[in-house]
């Protein structure tokens, strides 16, 4: 079943009734609406309407693809509280406290309500928050939680709990209520990359918001669409895709769909004071300046992880971290490392005293097989395992032959007519 993700998430949960207090310092809080914001599609497991009707509805997506924006969204039109694990760490019990503080509009319990469905919870970012709390603090965390739904089974075809998470961690935590709540009902649906209206969609409500007025782009929405149409053209050339198939292969939708690169277009769109050049350039390139903003966006991406670990690390660590730690060639160091069954040894540029190394380690040992550019153990995609191994090779990272021929062969399954101009 494909339905647009809003709706049919709205359709089937309950408003609640039970509110976080307002001086309850963010440990559940309910969205503000995000600006900008365009409904992505949600593929959901099985053909039936009523597929949804499950206790625990999970979210899975790639890095960037918009889970956190779709929770607010949700959380903002049904005003369902959040918790954000990005944020809150959690341990054994975090949920049944956490609910019992709620308040209540009309005196009833908290936790009677959550059991008939009344309260649902979207818990976002099961990634970060395995960062946060540890994987033994996330492992408690998910038992207590099965225990809880375990302990009154009146209502199983209400969802109780939404999770939001990349691929590998959503399906640890369905591996932990299947072991530890076996009749807990649940169901799983992704977050798919936009289609082509919605990608025009999203590139033009960043526009907007980042246009001043009396813009270019606003005096001119005709060059501002064919330069959008000459974008995707020409990644289309760069992924060696037959004309026309930009939006029908998979590949081609991963990158034309894919949000930051929307957003970054947008922004982009937004700043362009002549469209006619520009555009000329692009379709002279022939591919090549459309890479420049996926490679743009894939360090956007490294940051983000970069930030991300950074904010949890320098928390448990005695001295401050320098600027090394997670950097971008450590991160595609430790990726070329993972992928080849290597010691974790990164770039051998970060300095930390002993007992900060550990932690350092510990936690990317935890994080980097949840690497948005992994998929169970293997690069998601040959362009990203290109761009990692050429930059860890010229590092000085050892790369198997193996290894190359694999990547090579990606390249070539996935562009079989023609690649990009020289």
């Given at each position: 079943m ?5 709706s ?29 914001f ?7 497991e ?56 709620l ?17 649902p ?8 928050g395995r ?5 033994t ?29 990349r691929?590998?961690?959503?399906e640890?935590?369905?591996?932990q ?9 649940h ?8 289609d ?24 001119h ?93 320098s ?5 401050a ?13 430790l ?8 010691p ?8 930390l ?41 010229y ?15 990606q ?12």
């Amino acid at each position: 079943m494909s339905e647009t993700a809003l709706s049919a998430l709205v359709n089937v949960l309950n408003r609640p009734v039970h509110f976080p207090k307002v001086d309850q310092a963010g440990c559940l809080f309910v969205g503000e609406q995000p600006t900008p914001f365009v409904t992505p599609r949600l593929e959901i497991e099985g053909s039936d309407p009523s597929a949804l009707e499950k206790e625990i509805v999970f979210i899975e997506a790639s890095a960037a693809a918009g889970k956190s924006t779709l929770a607010r969204e949700l959380s903002a039109t049904l005003k369902a509280p959040i918790l954000d694990l990005a944020n809150v760490p959690v341990s054994a019990g975090s949920l049944r406290t956490l609910l019992a503080d709620l308040e209540a509009a009309d005196k009833s319990d908290p936790i009677a309500a959550f059991h008939e469905g009344r309260i649902p919870v979207i818990v976002d970012a099961l990634d970060e928050g395995r960062l946060l709390s540890s994987e033994t603090g996330i492992e408690q965390f998910l038992e207590s939680t099965a225990e809880l739904l375990r302990s009154d089974r009146t209502v199983a075809s209400r969802p109780k709990l939404i999770f939001l998470g990349r691929f590998e961690s959503t399906e640890l935590a369905r591996e932990q209520f299947e072991r530890n709540a076996p009749g807990v009902t649940h169901v799983t649906a992704n977050v798919e990359f936009f289609d082509e209206e919605g990608a025009e969609q999203l590139i033009h409500a960043y526009a907007a918001i980042a246009a001043r007025p009396g813009s270019y782009y606003q005096q001119h929405p005709e060059q501002a669409r064919d330069f959008i149409a000459t974008f995707f053209d020409a990644i289309e050339t760069f992924l060696g895709l037959p004309a026309g198939e930009l939006w029908k292969n998979e590949r081609g939708k991963v990158f034309a769909g894919y949000a930051p690169v929307l957003a970054a277009l947008g922004s982009i769109l937004a700043a362009i004071d002549d469209f006619t050049n520009v555009t000329k350039n692009l379709k002279a390139d022939g591919g090549r300046e459309a890479w420049g903003v996926i490679e743009a966006v894939l360090y956007e991406i490294l940051g983000r992880e970069q930030n991300k670990l950074r904010d949890v690390l320098s928390v448990q660590c005695e001295s401050a971290l320098p600027n090394s730690v997670y950097d971008v060639e450590e991160q595609l160091s430790l990726l070329a490392q993972y992928v080849s069954s290597k010691p974790l040894e990164g770039a051998g540029r970060v300095r930390l005293s002993p007992s900060d190394m550990e932690k350092y380690r510990e936690m990317v040992r935890t994080y980097l097989p949840h690497h948005p550019f992994m998929r169970q153990h293997e690069f998601g995609d040959a362009v990203l395992g290109s761009a990692t191994v050429s930059r860890a090779v010229y590092h000085g990272t050892s790369i198997s032959r193996e290894r190359l021929i694999s990547l090579s062969r990606q390249w070539r399954q996935s562009a079989p007519t023609r690649g990009p101009s020289r």
